[in-house]
């Protein structure tokens, strides 16, 4: 059975102008709160956003769906989603939703679900709340309705357990470190963390206004991050999406470093100091080649998921690994969080940093990447994958990139599009592959 509301990560879309509604967002807090109305102790749920307007009023609508099935709600405020998960586990809640759409403009916003134990909820989990929301709702009894209530220490609370996965005799004192926060959910945790661990911090993004969430800053859109680190000499850049699960590094040269570099820095360390488990890490489909050969050098596994971080999390806990991440920056550090973790895994990265002495330019490229090409090609109704003239165009492809590239198609899982990614070591080869497989596609549509 498929999902009508949910996506790859929770439910997301346009404000007032998609299902993300305060009627739909106060529906999907009644079918969760009942499906997770289990055994007879009062039952809680935390709630996180980031810095979105609209994240007032599906906040509100999500609080009084909760409320109306009978359970108790404690609002944290902004803050970024890796927290919610934390803060899910550490009181005990029953549920944990962060309002959010990552790094998408501010009119979008999304819900995201944690379960009790902090992970986000399974396929089965999420069919059976979506129908849940089509049928009327199962209120509970006038005296057992919940009650809500706001904690100021949250951040705090996240601040303190992000520090701790840094080593104790580990301080940044000397490092410059550009931050910028993309006007969103970690503005004010992130620069104090860094801060207290020593560091020089220049910050960018760090006055939200509710409409200028990662408004031409953040871990999408790292020009003026380039640019800032050159312009003032410092050591390293670090850019968070809007609701900070993910990251992506700029060296102190201004050449921006992506997921796959900083997931091999990561493991060789860790490898290197026997805190690597499963001899390898996961990552998805569309981590480059490079990555891959880098890491057999290594004597180390890359297993590959389906894109999406909560399909590369599932891989590691079947696989008892504890790094993971995807090439756009999402990182898994399952000794320190149940989901990504943009400052956390930022943390690490500076910890090597100091460890190793070296600058970022040195430290942090440790393979070239294979030429990557990735294409999308929309289309408004049908299969067109399925199509014989598409199949027989991508066959051949395969063919001619077998043992010397990849080739990964797919369907989007939030737009009508089809994503053609190609990757080789000979850079015209992939363009004409990608080039022909489009054009079959467009003709198919």
Not at 85 to 92: Q, Y
Not at 129 to 137: C, G, M, N, T, V
Request: proline letters at 3%.
């Amino acid at each position: 059975m498929g999902r009508k509301f949910f996506g790859t990560d929770g439910i997301r879309g346009r404000t007032n102008a998609s299902a993300m509604t305060a009627e739909m967002a106060m529906k999907v807090g009644q079918a969760a709160g009942a499906h997770f109305l289990r055994g007879d102790h009062k039952h809680r749920v935390v709630i996180g956003k980031d810095t979105r307007l609209s994240g007032y009023m599906i906040e509100n609508a999500l609080v009084a769906g909760f409320t109306s099935v009978g359970m108790d709600v404690v609002q944290f405020g902004p803050i970024p989603t890796p927290a919610v998960a934390l803060l899910t586990r550490s009181m005990r809640a029953d549920l944990g939703v962060m309002i959010s759409a990552s790094h998408n403009p501010y009119e979008d916003n999304g819900i995201k679900l944690f379960g009790p134990d902090g992970y986000k909820l399974s396929d089965e989990d999420e069919i059976a709340i979506e129908a849940l929301i089509e049928q009327p709702a199962k209120l509970a009894a006038s005296d057992d309705i919940g009650r809500a209530r706001r904690i100021e220490d949250a951040r705090g609370r996240y601040i303190h357990a992000a520090k701790l996965s840094v080593p104790d005799h580990i301080r940044f004192d000397g490092l410059h470190i550009v931050l910028d926060c993309a006007h969103g959910a970690a503005y004010q945790v992130a620069p104090t963390a860094i801060w207290e661990l020593g560091a020089k911090v220049t910050t960018i993004g760090v006055n939200p206004n509710g409409r200028n969430i990662n408004d031409k800053v953040g871990s999408t859109h790292v020009a003026t991050l380039q640019e800032t680190v050159v312009a003032s000499g410092a050591d390293i850049g670090i850019a968070l999406d809007g609701d900070a699960d993910r990251l992506i590094v700029v060296d102190e040269k201004g050449r921006v470093v992506d997921g796959d570099q900083l997931m091999a820095l990561l493991a060789v360390s860790m490898s290197r100091n026997g805190l690597l488990l499963g001899d390898g890490i996961v990552a998805t489909v569309m981590s480059n080649l490079g990555l891959e050969r880098y890491l057999a050098s290594q004597h180390l596994e890359l297993v590959r998921a389906k894109v999406g971080d909560r399909y590369v999390l599932e891989e590691m806990r079947n696989r008892g690994m504890n790094v993971g991440g995807e090439q756009s920056g999402h990182m898994i550090l399952l000794d320190h969080g149940t989901t990504g973790d943009g400052l956390v895994a930022a943390l690490q990265v500076l910890a090597e940093l100091v460890e190793q002495g070296k600058p970022a330019s040195e430290l942090l490229h440790l393979f070239d990447p294979v030429p990557q090409l990735l294409k999308n090609v929309r289309f408004s109704g049908g299969k067109p994958l399925e199509h014989d003239s598409v199949k027989a165009v991508i066959a051949a492809a395969e063919a001619e990139l077998a043992g010397s590239g990849r080739l990964v198609i797919r369907p989007s899982g939030t737009e009508p599009v089809i994503r053609v990614m190609a990757e080789g070591d000979d850079a015209a080869q992939v363009e004409a592959v990608v080039d022909r497989i489009c054009d079959a596609v467009m003709a198919a549509v």
